[in-house]
């Protein structure tokens, strides 16, 4: 199975702060199968960013995605109170689809 | 819209079984794959089981492999997930999911939760 290496595990971030999630696979993954979630306290995961690069539907676009190979990233160029919440990528190139373990970012 | 409605859970001693549903609506079901995602309490997600669009194939992790079935009723537009011989490790919120191409899940139920305990 495809191990995704989430960095950092948790972000203290001011309002308006840019921040950087990386996502590093054990073996190549296309990018088209490299995707994010949020996760906000008791609530089911919502699809933020789909290949790589995508945004869901409804999503801001103070977040963005980037990345090829094994080396990702997530970034929320100005963070807001509301994107308090735990982020995760998944990938779906190889079976098991597997997610990175989260991070967490909390607001200072 | 798309809803997923989860049912079936709750506390269940271990090795006892359990049968989880998601009613399907607001897609036409019968055209989509399906999956079990479930996250144990203060952890991560986890990919359980996929079937597809006919059930006439279907895909589970390792650990799970010959105690959980996975499967659907296309007429009904219900995805089911029994599960045997359940383990104190199967407790979690099990979510069911719609898959799309690339494999990236945009629909999500609100979860069910299994806890197995004694």
């Known amino acids: 199975a495809i191990v995704l290496n989430q960095s950092p595990s948790s972000i203290i971030a001011s309002q308006g702060e840019k921040v950087t999630i990386t996502c590093r696979a054990s073996?190549?993954?296309?990018?088209?199968?490299l995707h994010w979630y949020q996760q906000k306290p008791g609530a089911f995961p919502k699809l933020v960013i789909y290949s790589t690069s995508y945004r869901a539907s409804g999503v801001p676009s103070r977040f963005s995605g980037s990345g090829s190979g094994t080396s990702y990233s997530f970034t929320i160029s100005r963070v807001e109170a509301e994107d308090v919440a735990t982020y995760y990528c998944?990938?779906?190139?190889?079976?098991?689809?597997?997610f990175g373990s989260g991070t967490k970012l909390e607001i200072k | 819209e798309v809803q997923l409605v989860e049912s079936g859970g709750g506390l269940v001693q271990p090795g006892r079984s359990l049968k989880l549903s998601c009613a399907a609506s607001?897609?036409?079901?019968?055209?989509?794959?399906m999956a079990w995602v479930r996250q144990a309490p203060t952890k991560g997600l986890e990919w359980v089981a996929s079937i597809t669009n006919s059930g006439g194939s279907t895909y589970y992790r390792d650990s799970v492999k010959g105690r959980f079935t996975i499967s659907r009723d296309n007429a009904k537009s219900t995805l089911y997930l029994q599960m045997d011989s359940l383990r104190s490790e199967d407790t979690a919120t099990y979510y069911c999911?719609?898959?799309?191409?690339?494999?990236?899940?945009?629909?999500w139920g609100q979860g069910v939760m299994v806890t197995v305990s004694s």
């Open positions: 999911t719609s898959p799309r191409p690339y494999v990236y899940y945009p629909y």
């Open positions: 607001g897609f036409t079901f019968s055209n989509y794959y």
């Open positions: 998944q990938q779906g190139s190889s079976n098991p689809p597997t």
């Open positions: 073996s190549s993954i296309s990018s088209n199968y």
